[in-house]
């Protein structure tokens, strides 16, 4: 039914002070006209000063949630966020082995901005193994692609060398985003394609405290584009632009790393 509303779907923890998990995944989709389902794998208790306490979801609830959006839904793309510990893991790569979600992208996420684990540590070997070969697209910080590859990147060849390691455990597209990158100026990612076409994306470094849910909000705006059908290139162009204009007008929301303005770059574009 190829009139049907472009449908999407986050897998992650829920942040209720909602600036980040799949609170700004779900907002971000609506500021992108998708219709946004989730499968909430932990709920968090956070804010803009840090992750108060996690709470995993089981195997039961999460395979529940699963069971449900595929009964009824034609989900069209879908990522990966938070995923908390080995038996949530491997229950997610089993549900996306099993049921057909369109173009997969992994956010590895690992550690919040204020420091609190979100994966635990045993549990990336079973991201490397069961997930990355699963992935249309990863989309790691500059930590977890360290964690991912064992490369130190300190300069933007060790960027490209990652992202090339990346693609040969078996992720087809690689976005590697450098918000950790120890440039003043410029916040500028590198994409490396699965047609082996690769590119920078350059943008003015924002100086602000308030970039909780960076992440989330790029990869899930590829997600939202995806969906409309958007090829791959297109739709993280497109996200970059959005994540951009979203850190540089900021909103006043909290005491510590506040949420982004997901208003600013507009919908429909
Ligand atoms: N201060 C900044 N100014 C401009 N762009 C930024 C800034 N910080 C991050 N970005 C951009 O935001 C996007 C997300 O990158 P980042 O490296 O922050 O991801 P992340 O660490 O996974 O985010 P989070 O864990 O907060 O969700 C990238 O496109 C990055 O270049
Ligand atoms: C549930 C959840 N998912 C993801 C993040 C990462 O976002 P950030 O690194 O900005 O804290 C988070 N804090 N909470």
Redesign the pocket.
Known sequence: MINEFPQTLTI????CGG????Q?DLKTMQMRRVFGATVIV?I?A?NTLG?QKAYPLTTEQINAQFASIADDFRIRACKT??LADIPTVQIVAENLRRYDFGPYVLDP?M????G?K?LADDAIAEVKRDLIPLCTLITPNLPETEKLTGIKVEQPEQMKEAARQLQSMGAKNVLVKAGHFNDPDYATDYVLLADQRDFWMKAKRVHTKR??????TISSCIVAELAKGKPIEEAIKISKQFVTASIANTIQIGHG?GPLNLWAFGGEK
């Open positions: 992650a923890g829920s942040d600036g980040a998990g799949m700004a932990a968090t956070q992750v966020g938070m996420v550690v919040a901005k204020g609190a979100l970039t909780h849910g960076t992440g989330d790393h």
